[in-house]
């Protein structure tokens, strides 16, 4: 697993879903358990999580974006998941009545992330 922290949240990502309980310490996880987690094979086309963006357990106000790289096999795959739950991060860190702040958001934090894997 590895990290990058943001001022509100933290950045995660890895192969294996099992690495965010792992990464947290924890057997359940925003309703996920570990051992769900374990018994299910991680494929390209199926993963147990391929993207996650919830409250950091054991914290009430900073969250974490994860992005499983198994299931990003190229470039647009990887966008659109990072897309994706940036904009989950953005309805819970912004005013949810402006509709095109919510998308700027969302699309500047892929885009920082972007040009860290895609250098």
Do not use: W
Request: proline letters at 1%.
């Amino acid at each position: 697993m590895k990290s990058i922290d943001q001022h509100n949240y933290v950045f995660l990502y890895s192969d294996k879903s099992i690495d965010l309980f792992n990464y947290f310490n924890v057997d359940h996880l925003h309703g996920l358990n570990r051992s769900d987690c374990i018994n299910h094979v991680d494929t390209h086309d199926d993963c147990f999580i391929a993207g996650l963006c919830n409250l950091i357990p054991y914290t009430t106000n900073k969250y974490f974006v994860y992005v499983n790289t198994l299931k990003t096999q190229n470039k647009f795959q990887f966008i659109t998941l990072m897309m994706h739950e940036m904009m989950h991060l953005s309805f819970r860190l912004n005013d949810q009545q402006c509709e095109e702040k919510l998308i700027e958001f969302a699309e500047n934090e892929t885009n920082k992330f972007i040009k860290i894997f895609f250098k």
